[in-house]
Every structure is written in structure tokens, then in C-alpha cells.
């Protein structure tokens, strides 16, 4: 207790490096689990289940595991954003973030334009 304490500084010095090693070590074990569970899933943003929900668009189980497939092939050949069909509904999926951004139906896919895509997959 021996430390000065300077204006901006209300706490002591961070734990010695060899400390700081030790709960770095413990954090990346969950965090690595955090990693595979996160790279399991399929996200909904905020605006896609808006989306979803103004136009009725319904994803049933089955539905949903064709989606994940799809995410992991798009993965596997390097997509980042990805225009995905699914029967009459259009999503676009960021792959990385497993995240479906937005989402359109039959009738509001007509004379749109698709930017900011890198690939497309047509899912049956």
C-alpha cells in the first residue's frame, strides 16, 4: 500500500503479468465455448425479425436446419454476406456472424436490387 496515487489513477496497479496470464487462460476457455456455441446457431437481428413479422413470413424447424446447412457451406467457401432463397422468402445473411440481417417475401422482392452481397445460395 506503499503506491502513490496520481490524479486519473483511483486504483492500484494491475496484478503482475504472470497473474494477468492466469485469468487470461481461464477467461479463453469460455470464451473459446462461447465461440463454438455462437458458431452453432443461426441470429436474428432486430430489423430481420421486424421484418419477418410485418411481412408473415413463418421459418419452421426445417426450415431453419436447410438455413444453418446453408451457413455452413457459405462459411466453408469464404461468403461474408449472402443473398439466401428459401422457397418464396429472400434472407440476407452476414455468414460470420451466423446473423440473418433482413428478410423478404414473394411481393416485396419484386424489381428489388440486392447490394452488398457477396454470394447467393439457392436453398431446396
Known amino acids: 500500500?506503499?503506491?502513490?496515487?496520481?490524479?486519473?489513477?483511483?486504483?492500484p496497479t494491475p496484478a503482475a503479468p504472470?497473474?494477468?496470464?492466469?485469468?487470461?487462460?481461464?477467461?479463453?476457455?469460455?470464451?473459446?465455448?462461447?465461440?463454438?456455441?455462437?458458431n452453432q446457431i443461426v441470429k436474428f437481428s432486430h430489423h430481420a425479425e421486424m421484418r419477418l413479422q410485418q411481412r408473415g413470413i413463418?421459418?419452421?424447424?426445417?426450415?431453419?436446419?436447410?438455413?444453418?446447412?446453408?451457413?455452413d457451406k457459405a462459411a466453408a467457401k469464404g461468403a461474408k454476406?449472402?443473398?439466401?432463397?428459401?422457397?418464396?422468402?429472400?434472407?440476407?445473411?452476414n455468414v460470420p456472424n451466423r446473423t440473418v440481417v433482413t428478410a423478404l417475401d414473394g411481393?416485396?422482392?419484386k424489381?428489388?436490387?440486392?447490394?452488398?452481397i457477396d454470394s447467393a445460395v439457392i436453398i431446396t
Open 1 to 11: 500500500m506503499n503506491e502513490r496515487l496520481t490524479v486519473g489513477r483511483l486504483y
Open 18 to 38: 504472470l497473474q494477468r496470464n492466469q485469468a487470461a487462460k481461464q477467461t479463453n476457455g469460455s470464451s473459446d465455448f462461447d465461440r463454438l456455441l455462437q
Open 58 to 71: 413463418k421459418l419452421d424447424s426445417e426450415q431453419l436446419c436447410k438455413l444453418e446447412s446453408a451457413i
Open 81 to 93: 454476406d449472402t443473398l439466401m432463397m428459401l422457397g418464396g422468402t429472400a434472407l440476407i445473411v
Open 107 to 109: 411481393a416485396s422482392m
Open 111 to 116: 424489381e428489388q436490387v440486392f447490394t452488398q
